[in-house]
């Protein structure tokens, strides 16, 4: 199953388990001790990454290691796509103040 | 009214152009994006809220400010973004060097990018044409990735060190 990119790196925890994988490739558990939260959450979350096509696995003896897979170019991509969507969203924000100030000018 | 917004990027040149009409005219407009008290209420993507803490708006004086959300209060806040303005034709452009900075203004790092921020006044309306060149592209990566967890506090130190590792690892 593919999932939208945009909705995986929207969530806080996926981020920062991005921003951890990418510094070396970790075990569910070792990446689960970063996180106050429960060690089958973080298995959801590996897993949505996982589809998205952001993590890889990697078999190492027994243990099971995760790590980045994200070409740069790509994530300048989502990059510069997010933030567009923030400028688009700042700039409604400003039509919102504008609008304001000139009703109450009125 | 539907107001054109217009983005796009230039990977070669390292710029972001964007355009963008807004239903008001130019001398409203134009201290939106100079005045604190107006910044303060629409440069930060909710939840957060732009907080300045210092605004000098002439040739050499400087924007400091922060981004705030309910979950970061001002006092937890440790990264500001500097805006020094280089030039300013009053009601047509300014042109600012934008950068991290601590709470004083001290640069937290090198990456920076200039601005250019033009207005145009037309009928019932104002056109506002922003160039951003950023110095590298890794720059421009982590500003638009600055720009996208902006707020998260604890986010922009593993970023920094995420990004170190990317521009190493090369």
């Given at each position: 199953m ?6 995986a790196i929207a969530?806080?925890?996926?981020r ?5 994988i990418a510094?070396q ?6 990446i689960?001790e970063h996180?106050?939260?429960?060690r089958?959450?973080?298995s959801?979350?590996?897993?949505i990454?996982s589809e ?5 696995q990697?078999q ?7 790590e ?5 170019m790509k ?12 400028m688009e ?10 609008f ?7 | 009214m ?9 990977k070669a040149?390292k710029?972001i152009?964007i355009?963008?009409?807004f239903?008001?005219d130019?001398d409203?407009v134009?201290?939106?994006f ?6 303060d209420?629409w440069?930060a993507?909710?939840?957060y809220?732009?907080k300045?803490?210092e605004?000098?708006f002439?040739?050499g004086?400087?924007?400091l400010y ?5 979950e970061v209060s001002p ?7 500097l805006?020094?303005?280089i ?5 047509t452009s ?5 950068s ?6 001290n640069s937290?790092n090198n990456?920076f ?5 033009s207005?145009?006044?037309?009928a019932?309306?104002t ?6 060149v ?6 421009l ?8 967890i902006?707020g998260?506090?604890?986010?922009f130190?593993n ?6 590792t ?5």
């Open positions: 593919r999932r939208d990119i945009f909705q969530d806080p925890t996926r920062a388990i991005l921003v951890l510094v490739s970790m075990t569910p558990n070792a689960a996180f106050d939260v429960t089958q959450s973080i959801k979350h590996l897993r990454l998205c096509d952001l993590l890889a990697k190492e003896g027994r243990e099971i290691y995760y980045l897979k994200i070409d740069k994530e300048i991509d989502i990059w510069l796509d997010q933030f567009r969507k923030i969203e700042k700039f409604q924000q400003l039509d919102q103040v504008l304001n100030i000139k009703n109450k000018k009125k | 539907n107001l054109l917004f217009d983005f796009t990027v230039d040149t710029t152009f355009t963008r009409e239903a008001a130019l409203l134009w201290d939106a100079t005045k604190a008290e107006l910044l209420q440069f993507p909710k939840p809220q732009a300045t803490k605004m000098d002439r040739e004086g400087r924007w922060t981004m705030v959300s309910p006092e937890d806040v440790k990264r500001y973004s805006v020094e303005f030039k300013i034709q009053p009601k300014f042109s600012t060097r934008n991290f900075a601590d709470e004083n203004g937290l990456a990018s200039l601005v250019k921020n207005f145009k006044a037309e019932e309306k056109t506002v044409h922003i160039e951003k950023f110095d590298n592209l890794a720059t990566e982590m500003l638009a990735t600055g720009g996208f902006e998260t506090a604890a986010g130190n970023l920094d060190e995420y990004l170190r990317l521009v190493t690892s090369k």
